[in-house]
């Protein structure tokens, strides 16, 4: 409960903030660098990034930066507010995103993310692999003999 209240405050202070925009979910992002805006990715997708995840604190938990490797993945296998965050950015783009606990890992937490903890990302979207179309291949008719 108590990380809930911190968390609120906070995305409550960040709200304020210049060019901060806030989603119908609540997720709140800039467009740091706005890159190709015809290539955005979609739910299926998968996605080529970089990118720095810190608390409400400043406390850094991950970062790609640190590894010096950038990371591919699923845009659907990650957590609801990068999903739906990185669809609203370009290829080759740069976006923040403050994450209300309930988009990122909620009641449980994570690792060194407390429960009911907003997080803030910084994401470089390098690349958007796009989902192939899945095609539905006719059914074989089958003939009683």
């Known amino acids: 409960a108590q990380n809930l209240e911190k968390s609120a405050a906070w995305l409550a202070e960040v709200e304020k903030m210049k060019g901060v925009e806030k989603t119908e979910s609540g997720l709140l992002y800039r467009i740091d660098r706005a890159g190709d805006e015809s290539v955005k990715p979609t739910a299926e997708d998968k996605v080529k990034v970089d990118y720095?995840?810190?608390?409400?604190?400043?406390?850094?938990?991950?970062?790609?930066?640190?590894?010096g490797e950038a990371i591919e993945f699923p845009l659907r296998g990650v957590i609801r507010g990068w999903t739906e965050g990185l669809q609203l950015v370009g290829k080759g783009g740069q976006i923040t995103l403050w994450i209300p606990a309930d988009l990122a890992y909620g009641p449980r937490g994570g690792g060194s993310i407390g429960p009911n903890e907003a997080l803030e990302f910084k994401v470089e979207l390098h690349d958007v692999i796009v989902a192939e179309p899945v095609v539905e291949e006719p059914a074989e008719e089958v003939t009683e003999e």
């Open 52 to 67: 720095e995840g810190k608390l409400s604190d400043g406390f850094v938990f991950d970062s790609s930066y640190e590894r």
